[in-house]
Protein backbone atom coordinates (compact mmCIF):
# COMPACT_ATOMS: atom_id res chain seq x y z
CA UNK A 1 0.00 0.00 0.00
CA UNK A 2 3.27 2.53 0.28
CA UNK A 3 4.14 2.03 -2.76
CA UNK A 4 0.55 3.30 -3.97
CA UNK A 5 -0.48 5.93 -1.58
CA UNK A 6 1.34 7.23 1.92
CA UNK A 7 -1.57 8.01 4.52
CA UNK A 8 0.08 10.09 7.32
CA UNK A 9 0.48 7.84 10.24
CA UNK A 10 -2.41 8.24 13.24
CA UNK A 11 -5.09 8.69 10.30
CA UNK A 12 -8.40 8.01 10.33
CA UNK A 13 -9.61 7.05 7.49
CA UNK A 14 -13.00 5.87 6.09
CA UNK A 15 -12.83 3.00 3.56
CA UNK A 16 -16.16 2.65 1.24
CA UNK A 17 -16.19 -0.98 1.10
CA UNK A 18 -19.13 -2.83 -0.99
CA UNK A 19 -17.86 -6.63 -0.16
CA UNK A 20 -16.80 -7.20 -3.73
CA UNK A 21 -13.30 -7.94 -4.38
CA UNK A 22 -11.38 -4.37 -5.09
CA UNK A 23 -12.99 -3.06 -2.15
CA UNK A 24 -12.06 -6.46 0.58
CA UNK A 25 -8.68 -6.24 -0.78
CA UNK A 26 -8.32 -2.42 0.16
CA UNK A 27 -9.73 -3.03 3.30
CA UNK A 28 -7.46 -6.05 3.85
CA UNK A 29 -4.36 -4.53 3.34
CA UNK A 30 -5.38 -0.97 5.29
CA UNK A 31 -5.50 -3.64 8.26
CA UNK A 32 -2.20 -5.10 7.67
CA UNK A 33 -0.58 -1.64 8.18
CA UNK A 34 -3.17 -0.56 10.60
CA UNK A 35 -0.86 -1.52 13.94
CA UNK A 36 2.17 -0.02 12.32
CA UNK A 37 1.33 3.54 11.28
CA UNK A 38 -1.68 3.60 14.01
CA UNK A 39 -4.94 3.91 11.47
CA UNK A 40 -8.04 3.95 13.00
CA UNK A 41 -10.29 2.30 10.21
CA UNK A 42 -13.83 3.04 9.54
CA UNK A 43 -15.69 0.97 7.50
CA UNK A 44 -18.49 2.56 5.20
CA UNK A 45 -20.68 0.32 3.26
CA UNK A 46 -24.05 1.39 1.36
CA UNK A 47 -26.94 -1.83 0.79
CA UNK A 48 -28.44 -0.57 -2.17
CA UNK A 49 -31.14 -3.38 -2.15
CA UNK A 50 -31.51 -3.81 -5.21
CA UNK A 51 -30.37 -7.31 -4.87
CA UNK A 52 -31.41 -10.36 -3.21
CA UNK A 53 -27.91 -10.80 -1.69
CA UNK A 54 -27.51 -7.24 -0.54
CA UNK A 55 -28.69 -7.90 2.77
CA UNK A 56 -26.17 -11.54 3.48
CA UNK A 57 -23.25 -8.88 1.93
CA UNK A 58 -24.32 -6.39 4.36
CA UNK A 59 -24.32 -9.33 7.39
CA UNK A 60 -21.23 -10.58 6.20
CA UNK A 61 -19.39 -7.00 5.81
CA UNK A 62 -20.68 -6.42 9.23
CA UNK A 63 -18.85 -9.60 11.20
CA UNK A 64 -15.89 -9.86 8.94
CA UNK A 65 -15.18 -5.88 10.73
CA UNK A 66 -16.00 -7.11 14.35
CA UNK A 67 -13.47 -10.44 13.84
CA UNK A 68 -10.91 -7.32 12.73
CA UNK A 69 -11.88 -4.77 15.04
CA UNK A 70 -13.09 -2.18 12.74
CA UNK A 71 -15.55 0.07 13.34
CA UNK A 72 -18.91 -0.61 10.78
CA UNK A 73 -21.30 1.81 9.73
CA UNK A 74 -23.73 1.02 6.68
CA UNK A 75 -27.18 2.19 5.26
CA UNK A 76 -29.77 0.83 3.13
CA UNK A 77 -31.28 2.67 0.10
CA UNK A 78 -34.92 2.53 1.04
CA UNK A 79 -36.09 3.96 -2.16
CA UNK A 80 -34.63 5.61 -5.73
CA UNK A 81 -36.32 8.72 -7.62
CA UNK A 82 -36.57 8.91 -11.40
CA UNK A 83 -33.27 9.41 -12.17
CA UNK A 84 -30.35 7.45 -13.71
CA UNK A 85 -30.11 4.65 -11.01
CA UNK A 86 -26.24 4.88 -10.91
CA UNK A 87 -26.08 8.12 -10.64
CA UNK A 88 -28.65 8.90 -7.93
CA UNK A 89 -26.72 5.14 -6.19
CA UNK A 90 -23.57 7.27 -6.64
CA UNK A 91 -24.95 10.52 -5.39
CA UNK A 92 -26.33 9.06 -2.47
CA UNK A 93 -23.20 6.50 -1.84
CA UNK A 94 -21.04 9.84 -1.40
CA UNK A 95 -23.14 11.86 1.01
CA UNK A 96 -23.57 9.06 3.01
CA UNK A 97 -19.34 8.41 3.11
CA UNK A 98 -19.45 12.46 3.68
CA UNK A 99 -21.41 12.33 6.81
CA UNK A 100 -19.10 9.41 8.00
CA UNK A 101 -16.33 11.25 7.39
CA UNK A 102 -17.37 14.32 9.30
CA UNK A 103 -18.42 11.81 12.52
CA UNK A 104 -14.72 10.33 12.21
CA UNK A 105 -13.44 13.63 11.28
CA UNK A 106 -11.56 11.67 9.23
CA UNK A 107 -8.60 12.71 7.04
CA UNK A 108 -9.07 10.49 4.16
CA UNK A 109 -12.01 8.72 2.62
CA UNK A 110 -10.57 5.92 0.49
CA UNK A 111 -12.39 3.83 -2.58
CA UNK A 112 -10.98 0.87 -4.34
CA UNK A 113 -11.39 2.48 -7.56
CA UNK A 114 -8.83 0.99 -10.21
CA UNK A 115 -7.08 0.83 -13.42
CA UNK A 116 -10.02 -0.62 -15.13
CA UNK A 117 -12.78 1.42 -14.04
CA UNK A 118 -10.59 4.42 -15.00
CA UNK A 119 -10.41 2.94 -18.77
CA UNK A 120 -13.95 2.38 -18.61
CA UNK A 121 -15.08 5.85 -17.76
CA UNK A 122 -12.45 7.55 -20.60
CA UNK A 123 -13.57 5.58 -22.89
CA UNK A 124 -17.19 6.20 -22.18
CA UNK A 125 -16.77 9.68 -22.10
CA UNK A 126 -14.84 9.94 -24.97
CA UNK A 127 -17.98 8.54 -26.77
CA UNK A 128 -20.61 10.34 -25.23
CA UNK A 129 -18.83 13.74 -25.01
CA UNK A 130 -17.65 15.56 -22.29
CA UNK A 131 -14.77 18.53 -20.96
CA UNK A 132 -11.30 18.52 -21.18
CA UNK A 133 -11.60 16.86 -17.06
CA UNK A 134 -14.25 14.89 -17.80
CA UNK A 135 -12.26 13.20 -20.33
CA UNK A 136 -9.54 12.79 -18.29
CA UNK A 137 -11.55 10.32 -16.10
CA UNK A 138 -11.16 10.70 -11.94
CA UNK A 139 -8.46 12.02 -10.42
CA UNK A 140 -6.14 9.57 -7.74
CA UNK A 141 -6.40 12.15 -5.12
CA UNK A 142 -8.56 15.21 -4.57
CA UNK A 143 -9.23 17.75 -1.88
CA UNK A 144 -11.93 18.09 -0.54
CA UNK A 145 -10.54 20.73 2.20
CA UNK A 146 -11.25 19.35 5.44
CA UNK A 147 -10.65 15.92 4.05
CA UNK A 148 -8.69 14.08 1.08
CA UNK A 149 -10.70 11.48 -1.06
CA UNK A 150 -7.82 8.77 -1.96
CA UNK A 151 -8.23 6.16 -4.87
CA UNK A 152 -4.76 4.59 -4.22
CA UNK A 153 -5.36 1.82 -7.20
CA UNK A 154 -5.83 3.93 -10.40
CA UNK A 155 -2.17 1.98 -11.59
CA UNK A 156 -3.57 -1.29 -10.88
CA UNK A 157 -5.29 -3.77 -13.02
CA UNK A 158 -8.63 -5.61 -11.73
CA UNK A 159 -6.29 -8.63 -12.34
CA UNK A 160 -3.83 -7.90 -10.38
CA UNK A 161 -6.45 -7.03 -7.10
CA UNK A 162 -7.95 -11.15 -7.90
CA UNK A 163 -5.09 -11.89 -7.73
CA UNK A 164 -3.80 -10.06 -4.28
CA UNK A 165 -7.11 -11.65 -2.95
CA UNK A 166 -6.60 -15.37 -4.16
CA UNK A 167 -2.55 -15.32 -2.11
CA UNK A 168 -4.09 -13.84 0.96
CA UNK A 169 -7.40 -15.55 0.80
CA UNK A 170 -9.58 -12.48 1.02
CA UNK A 171 -13.14 -13.15 1.16
CA UNK A 172 -15.36 -11.55 -1.04
CA UNK A 173 -18.80 -11.30 -3.04
CA UNK A 174 -18.96 -11.72 -6.59
CA UNK A 175 -22.20 -8.67 -8.09
CA UNK A 176 -23.91 -11.33 -11.11
CA UNK A 177 -25.18 -7.65 -12.21
CA UNK A 178 -21.27 -6.74 -13.10
CA UNK A 179 -22.09 -9.27 -16.39
CA UNK A 180 -25.21 -7.50 -17.51
CA UNK A 181 -25.21 -6.46 -21.05
CA UNK A 182 -28.30 -4.03 -19.83
CA UNK A 183 -25.51 -1.29 -18.57
CA UNK A 184 -23.08 0.26 -20.64
CA UNK A 185 -20.34 0.12 -18.54
CA UNK A 186 -20.34 -3.47 -18.62
CA UNK A 187 -20.13 -3.63 -22.04
CA UNK A 188 -17.20 -1.63 -22.08
CA UNK A 189 -15.46 -4.02 -19.36
CA UNK A 190 -16.70 -7.50 -21.51
CA UNK A 191 -15.98 -6.27 -24.96
CA UNK A 192 -13.64 -3.07 -24.87
CA UNK A 193 -11.47 -3.83 -22.85
CA UNK A 194 -10.31 -7.54 -23.33
CA UNK A 195 -10.09 -5.63 -26.75
CA UNK A 196 -6.89 -3.39 -25.61
CA UNK A 197 -5.40 -5.93 -23.20
CA UNK A 198 -4.78 -8.14 -26.03
CA UNK A 199 -2.81 -5.30 -27.81
CA UNK A 200 -0.78 -4.04 -24.49
CA UNK A 201 -1.12 -5.93 -21.29
CA UNK A 202 -0.41 -2.64 -19.69
CA UNK A 203 -2.85 -0.59 -21.55
CA UNK A 204 -4.45 0.54 -18.18
CA UNK A 205 -1.32 2.19 -16.91
CA UNK A 206 -0.96 3.96 -20.42
CA UNK A 207 -4.78 5.30 -19.38
CA UNK A 208 -3.85 6.31 -15.85
CA UNK A 209 -0.59 8.43 -17.73
CA UNK A 210 -3.06 9.97 -20.32
CA UNK A 211 -5.53 11.20 -17.16
CA UNK A 212 -2.72 12.37 -15.22
CA UNK A 213 -1.63 14.75 -18.49
CA UNK A 214 -5.16 15.69 -19.04
CA UNK A 215 -5.34 16.84 -15.21
CA UNK A 216 -2.33 18.55 -15.12
CA UNK A 217 -3.13 19.96 -19.29
CA UNK A 218 -6.58 21.23 -17.70
CA UNK A 219 -5.27 22.97 -14.25
CA UNK A 220 -3.02 24.53 -16.54
CA UNK A 221 -5.67 25.90 -18.74
CA UNK A 222 -8.38 27.13 -15.49
CA UNK A 223 -5.30 29.33 -14.21
CA UNK A 224 -4.45 30.96 -17.43
CA UNK A 225 -8.00 31.09 -17.93
CA UNK A 226 -8.37 33.34 -14.69
CA UNK A 227 -5.56 35.80 -15.21
CA UNK A 228 -7.05 36.29 -19.36
CA UNK A 229 -10.69 37.16 -17.54
CA UNK A 230 -8.93 39.24 -14.68
CA UNK A 231 -8.42 41.74 -17.63
CA UNK A 232 -11.43 41.28 -19.83
CA UNK A 233 -14.49 40.48 -17.25
CA UNK A 234 -15.23 42.41 -14.23
CA UNK A 235 -18.61 43.07 -12.10
CA UNK A 236 -20.18 41.16 -14.44
CA UNK A 237 -19.46 43.32 -17.61
CA UNK A 238 -17.38 41.69 -20.44
CA UNK A 239 -14.81 43.78 -22.58
CA UNK A 240 -15.78 42.68 -26.37
CA UNK A 241 -12.81 44.38 -27.72
CA UNK A 242 -10.09 42.66 -24.92
CA UNK A 243 -11.34 39.84 -25.29
CA UNK A 244 -11.68 38.84 -29.44
CA UNK A 245 -7.77 39.64 -28.71
CA UNK A 246 -7.51 36.55 -27.00
CA UNK A 247 -6.90 33.31 -28.93
CA UNK A 248 -10.30 31.61 -29.44
CA UNK A 249 -10.12 28.73 -27.47
CA UNK A 250 -8.94 31.04 -24.39
CA UNK A 251 -12.17 33.10 -25.38
CA UNK A 252 -14.00 30.04 -25.28
CA UNK A 253 -12.61 29.22 -21.86
CA UNK A 254 -13.39 32.39 -20.48
CA UNK A 255 -17.00 32.52 -21.49
CA UNK A 256 -16.89 28.98 -19.69
CA UNK A 257 -15.45 30.02 -16.47
CA UNK A 258 -18.12 33.15 -16.52
CA UNK A 259 -20.78 30.88 -17.03
CA UNK A 260 -19.82 28.53 -14.15
CA UNK A 261 -19.45 31.35 -11.90
CA UNK A 262 -22.94 32.26 -12.53
CA UNK A 263 -25.04 29.04 -12.45
CA UNK A 264 -22.52 26.92 -10.08
CA UNK A 265 -24.96 23.86 -9.79
CA UNK A 266 -26.96 24.41 -11.84
CA UNK A 267 -24.81 24.68 -14.83
CA UNK A 268 -26.21 21.81 -16.22
CA UNK A 269 -28.64 23.98 -17.54
CA UNK A 270 -26.55 25.82 -20.31
CA UNK A 271 -26.07 23.55 -23.50
CA UNK A 272 -23.47 24.52 -26.38
CA UNK A 273 -26.69 26.31 -28.02
CA UNK A 274 -26.53 29.02 -25.49
CA UNK A 275 -22.93 29.51 -25.69
CA UNK A 276 -23.39 29.52 -29.69
CA UNK A 277 -26.10 32.15 -29.20
CA UNK A 278 -23.68 34.39 -27.08
CA UNK A 279 -20.89 33.36 -29.68
CA UNK A 280 -23.12 35.04 -32.37
CA UNK A 281 -24.40 38.18 -29.68
CA UNK A 282 -20.84 38.87 -29.00
CA UNK A 283 -19.80 39.06 -33.68
CA UNK A 284 -22.90 40.46 -34.54
CA UNK A 285 -23.00 44.10 -35.91
CA UNK A 286 -26.34 44.68 -34.00
CA UNK A 287 -25.81 46.98 -30.69
CA UNK A 288 -28.03 46.70 -28.18
CA UNK A 289 -29.47 43.28 -28.56
CA UNK A 290 -29.92 40.99 -25.88
CA UNK A 291 -29.71 36.28 -25.54
CA UNK A 292 -31.54 34.91 -23.10
CA UNK A 293 -30.39 32.69 -20.60
CA UNK A 294 -31.76 30.08 -18.41
CA UNK A 295 -32.58 31.26 -14.59
CA UNK A 296 -33.43 34.66 -15.72
CA UNK A 297 -29.86 35.71 -16.66
CA UNK A 298 -29.96 38.10 -19.50
CA UNK A 299 -26.51 38.51 -21.92
CA UNK A 300 -27.12 42.38 -23.03
CA UNK A 301 -25.09 43.80 -25.47
CA UNK A 302 -24.17 47.17 -25.97
CA UNK A 303 -21.34 48.53 -28.39
CA UNK A 304 -18.38 46.96 -26.95
CA UNK A 305 -19.42 45.65 -23.92
CA UNK A 306 -21.56 42.34 -23.07
CA UNK A 307 -23.23 42.26 -19.48
CA UNK A 308 -25.15 39.24 -17.69
CA UNK A 309 -27.81 40.73 -15.92
CA UNK A 310 -29.86 39.25 -13.56
CA UNK A 311 -34.01 39.01 -12.84
CA UNK A 312 -36.41 39.56 -16.12
CA UNK A 313 -38.35 41.87 -13.64
CA UNK A 314 -36.38 44.51 -15.11
CA UNK A 315 -37.38 43.33 -19.07
CA UNK A 316 -40.07 44.96 -20.30
CA UNK A 317 -40.30 43.95 -24.38
CA UNK A 318 -37.50 41.64 -26.21
CA UNK A 319 -36.83 40.71 -29.69
CA UNK A 320 -35.34 37.59 -30.33
CA UNK A 321 -34.59 35.53 -33.56
CA UNK A 322 -35.74 31.93 -33.32
CA UNK A 323 -32.99 29.67 -33.47
CA UNK A 324 -33.79 25.61 -32.78
CA UNK A 325 -33.73 26.26 -29.32
CA UNK A 326 -35.22 29.62 -27.98
CA UNK A 327 -35.15 30.64 -24.42
CA UNK A 328 -37.96 33.08 -23.49
CA UNK A 329 -38.57 35.67 -20.52
CA UNK A 330 -41.14 34.49 -19.44
CA UNK A 331 -39.30 31.23 -18.69
CA UNK A 332 -41.27 29.23 -21.15
CA UNK A 333 -39.56 27.60 -24.29
CA UNK A 334 -39.61 27.48 -28.55
CA UNK A 335 -38.24 24.72 -29.95
CA UNK A 336 -38.33 23.62 -33.36
CA UNK A 337 -39.30 20.11 -33.75
CA UNK A 338 -39.23 16.93 -36.31
CA UNK A 339 -42.90 15.56 -35.64
CA UNK A 340 -45.28 16.24 -33.85
CA UNK A 341 -48.96 14.85 -33.38
CA UNK A 342 -49.90 17.81 -30.98
CA UNK A 343 -52.70 19.84 -32.70
CA UNK A 344 -53.22 22.08 -29.90
CA UNK A 345 -51.93 26.07 -30.01
CA UNK A 346 -48.48 25.32 -28.45
CA UNK A 347 -47.75 23.61 -31.67
CA UNK A 348 -48.04 25.53 -34.98
CA UNK A 349 -46.46 24.32 -38.49
CA UNK A 350 -45.86 26.74 -41.35
CA UNK A 351 -44.90 26.70 -44.42
CA UNK A 352 -41.20 29.08 -45.34
CA UNK A 353 -43.04 29.51 -48.92
CA UNK A 354 -45.44 31.82 -47.16
CA UNK A 355 -43.80 33.31 -44.41
CA UNK A 356 -40.58 35.33 -44.12
CA UNK A 357 -37.58 33.89 -42.66
CA UNK A 358 -36.09 34.17 -40.06
CA UNK A 359 -39.80 34.14 -37.78
CA UNK A 360 -38.58 36.50 -34.62
CA UNK A 361 -40.78 36.43 -31.17
CA UNK A 362 -41.45 39.57 -29.89
CA UNK A 363 -43.18 41.38 -27.30
CA UNK A 364 -46.48 42.55 -28.18
CA UNK A 365 -46.85 46.72 -29.89
CA UNK A 366 -49.52 49.43 -29.90
CA UNK A 367 -52.27 48.27 -32.61
CA UNK A 368 -50.84 44.40 -33.32
CA UNK A 369 -53.63 42.37 -35.05
CA UNK A 370 -53.11 39.05 -36.29
CA UNK A 371 -54.97 36.75 -39.03
CA UNK A 372 -56.98 34.25 -37.06
CA UNK A 373 -57.27 30.73 -38.24
CA UNK A 374 -60.84 30.45 -38.87
CA UNK A 375 -61.84 34.18 -38.64
CA UNK A 376 -61.47 35.54 -41.96
CA UNK A 377 -60.42 38.86 -40.61
CA UNK A 378 -57.73 40.27 -38.21
CA UNK A 379 -58.41 40.23 -34.44
CA UNK A 380 -56.22 43.06 -32.15
CA UNK A 381 -54.00 40.90 -29.90
CA UNK A 382 -55.09 43.27 -26.93
CA UNK A 383 -58.37 41.31 -27.51
CA UNK A 384 -57.05 37.96 -28.32
CA UNK A 385 -55.30 38.61 -24.60
CA UNK A 386 -58.57 39.69 -23.12
CA UNK A 387 -60.73 37.04 -24.75
CA UNK A 388 -58.33 34.46 -23.45
CA UNK A 389 -58.61 35.84 -20.09
CA UNK A 390 -54.33 36.13 -20.01
CA UNK A 391 -53.69 37.92 -16.66
CA UNK A 392 -52.58 41.27 -17.04
CA UNK A 393 -49.10 40.73 -15.42
CA UNK A 394 -48.78 37.89 -18.11
CA UNK A 395 -49.24 40.41 -21.34
CA UNK A 396 -46.07 42.63 -21.12
CA UNK A 397 -43.62 39.42 -21.96
CA UNK A 398 -46.13 37.21 -23.62
CA UNK A 399 -44.04 35.63 -27.12
CA UNK A 400 -45.71 37.07 -30.09
CA UNK A 401 -43.77 35.62 -33.26
CA UNK A 402 -43.89 37.22 -36.71
CA UNK A 403 -42.35 36.58 -40.10
CA UNK A 404 -39.16 38.87 -40.99
CA UNK A 405 -41.88 41.41 -42.65
CA UNK A 406 -43.73 41.62 -38.98
CA UNK A 407 -46.60 39.73 -39.68
CA UNK A 408 -47.99 37.41 -36.85
CA UNK A 409 -48.06 34.28 -37.35
CA UNK A 410 -48.72 32.42 -34.09
CA UNK A 411 -50.09 33.62 -30.30
CA UNK A 412 -48.00 30.54 -28.78
CA UNK A 413 -50.24 28.33 -26.93
CA UNK A 414 -53.40 31.24 -27.23
CA UNK A 415 -54.25 31.50 -31.24
CA UNK A 416 -52.86 30.24 -34.29
CA UNK A 417 -52.80 32.36 -37.67
CA UNK A 418 -54.27 31.69 -41.00
CA UNK A 419 -50.57 30.04 -42.11
CA UNK A 420 -51.20 27.43 -39.55
CA UNK A 421 -51.08 24.38 -41.44
CA UNK A 422 -52.88 21.14 -40.88
CA UNK A 423 -50.99 17.90 -40.83
CA UNK A 424 -52.16 16.69 -43.58
CA UNK A 425 -51.07 20.25 -45.71
CA UNK A 426 -47.68 21.09 -46.82
CA UNK A 427 -45.27 22.68 -44.71
CA UNK A 428 -41.97 22.46 -43.44
CA UNK A 429 -41.25 24.03 -40.08
CA UNK A 430 -43.09 22.95 -36.90
CA UNK A 431 -42.33 24.98 -33.90
CA UNK A 432 -43.46 23.80 -30.22
CA UNK A 433 -44.12 26.44 -27.40
CA UNK A 434 -43.76 24.44 -23.78
Known amino acids: MRELYRFLKGSTIVVGCSSGPDSMALLTMLCKEREENSYKIICAHVNHNVRKESKEEQLFLEEYCKQHQIVFESMIIEKYGDDNFHNEARAIRYQFFDEIVHKYQAEYLVTAHHGDDLMETILMRLVRGSSLSGYAGFQKVVDHGEYKIVRPFLSLSKDELLAYDRHHKVPYFLDASNKSDKYTRNRYRKTILPFLRQEDANAHRKFYKFSEELFQANEFIVESTKRARKQVYQDRILKLDRLLELEPFLQDQVLHQILGELYQDDLILITDRHLFLIKQLILSK ?149
Open 286 to 434: KQNTQVYLPNDWIVCKSYQTLEFVKSVDQVSDYEIEISSFTYLPNHKHLEIVEDSDDHSNFVCRLSSKEVFLPLIVRTRRLGDKMSVKGLGGRKKVKDIFIDSKLPKKERDLFPIVTDSKGTIVWLPGLKKSKFDKKKAEEYDIIIRYY
